[in-house]
């Protein structure tokens, strides 16, 4: 019995950490995307340029598959990008030494840990380049590991996940 308690605890962490990130769109369905075929990057805000490069990347090989081609003037949307991190912090509580649930001052020890986490927010925007109005919204949040390459790993398939049902369809 305990072995098997463990062998779903190790499940779970492993399910648990392996998760991609929270990942929602959003977009005008008055947008007709049959129109669109070229697109050209705006503005991609990140702390870090290397990460601006790998989400460039990252998104125009979507983009690429679904037949979109990049473009430098007289585009059919413009593409802007947010990848932001901040701390987080959480409080847990462990309880010992009580014997079962009893009510009343029973003895027992309560131990509280806080634990910081490094949370991201990637966001990808299209808007229409006649138009200026924002067709198609991507955003993902999720956790990041203190190892990068895990991180670009997270971004890959958070942006394929993000792209997996894209164009949308009226």
Known sequence: MKKSSLILVAVLTLITSAALASIQTDYDHSADFTQ???YMWGQVKTKDSLWADRIHQDVDQQLKAKGWVLVTADPDVVI???????NEQEEQTFYSGMGGWRWGGAGGVATTSTYTTREGLFIVSIFDAKTKKLVWKGTATGSLSDNPDKNIGKLSKAVSKMFDKFPPKR
């Open 36 to 38: 669109y075929h070229t």
């Open 80 to 86: 802007a990008a947010l990848g932001d991190s901040h």
